[in-house]
C-alpha cells in the first residue's frame, strides 16, 4: 500500500528563518510527486510536480526537491503570509485515479 | 472563470436524513474527484469521474453515491447519513487525471449530529 508521511506536523518559524518541510513516500512505482498549499477554510492549491529523482522545482520563496525516497519543499526568508498547511502526495502505478495524501505540515510565520 | 464551485459551504445533517454536495467546474475537464478530509488524516477519495456517464469507487464509498450526466457537474449523494461521514468534502478537477495537478473546491463542512 503507497504511504506518504510528513514531517514535522507543525512548524512555527519566525519571519526571515529558512527551514524545509520533508515528505517521505513508499510507493510501488513513482509516477508523480505533488506539494499543494491549503489555506484555513480553503481547498488545496496546487504548487508543483515533481517527476523523477533529481528534480528541483521553485517559487517565489519556495523550492522543491525529490530523491528516491523523500521530498523536501524549503522555504527561504518566509514571509508571514506563507503560513498555511503544505500537504504532499504522489500519483503511484496504483493503475486508477487514485492519488495518495499525506496528513500535511502546519507552517506558521511569525513576524 | 470561477473554476470549480461547491456547495453548500457549511451544512448540519440529523443522523439519518440525506443529501446532496454540489460541485460544478467551468474549465471544461473530463476527470472530477470527491475528498473527504479529516483531522489528523490525509485526504481520502470517495468517487472520482473520467467523463460524463462514468463513475467509479475510490477508497471510501461507503455512503455515498455519484452521478456525472454532464461534464460540468459532479453532485456526492449522502443517503441515511452517520456521525462517521461528518466531514470537510473537497471536490476536485483535472484535465488529464490524477497524474497532474488537481484543482479543488473550497470544501463543505458537514457535521450530522
Known amino acids: 500500500e503507497d504511504q506518504v508521511t510528513q514531517s514535522p506536523e507543525a512548524l512555527r518559524l519566525q519571519e526571515g528563518e529558512s527551514s524545509s518541510l520533508n515528505c517521505s513516500y513508499t510507493?510501488?512505482?513513482?509516477?508523480?510527486l505533488f506539494w499543494y498549499r491549503q489555506d484555513p477554510g480553503k481547498g488545496p492549491e496546487f504548487l508543483f510536480t515533481?517527476?523523477?529523482a533529481g528534480e528541483e522545482k521553485e517559487k517565489e520563496r519556495l523550492k522543491a526537491t525529490l530523491t528516491k525516497k523523500e521530498s523536501f519543499l524549503h522555504i527561504t526568508a518566509p514571509k508571514p503570509e506563507d503560513s498555511a498547511t503544505y500537504l504532499c502526495?504522489?500519483?503511484?502505478?496504483?493503475?486508477?485515479?487514485?492519488?495518495?495524501f499525506g496528513t500535511g505540515t502546519k507552517l506558521q510565520v511569525i513576524p | 472563470n470561477a473554476g470549480v464551485t461547491q456547495t453548500p459551504k457549511f451544512h448540519i445533517l440529523k443522523i439519518g436524513q440525506s443529501m446532496t454536495l454540489q460541485c460544478t467546474q467551468d474549465?471544461?475537464?473530463?476527470?472530477m474527484y470527491w475528498y473527504r478530509q479529516d483531522p489528523g488524516m490525509g485526504l481520502k477519495l470517495i468517487y472520482y469521474?473520467?467523463?460524463?456517464?462514468?463513475?467509479d469507487k475510490g477508497e471510501v464509498p461507503n455512503g455515498y453515491n455519484v452521478s456525472r450526466s454532464t461534464t460540468e457537474d459532479f453532485p456526492l449523494r449522502l443517503e441515511l447519513a452517520a456521525p462517521s461521514q461528518t466531514s470537510v468534502y473537497f471536490c476536485?478537477?483535472?484535465?488529464?487525471?490524477?497524474?497532474?495537478?488537481?484543482?479543488f473546491g473550497s470544501g463543505t463542512q458537514l457535521s450530522v449530529l
Open positions: 476536485a478537477s483535472s484535465y488529464r487525471g490524477a497524474g497532474e495537478k488537481l484543482f
Open positions: 510507493v510501488s512505482g513513482l509516477r508523480g
Open positions: 515533481l517527476y523523477s
Open positions: 502526495a504522489v500519483d503511484a502505478s496504483g493503475g486508477y485515479q487514485k492519488v495518495t
Open positions: 474549465m471544461n475537464h473530463n476527470y
Open positions: 469521474s473520467v467523463g460524463a456517464g462514468i463513475t
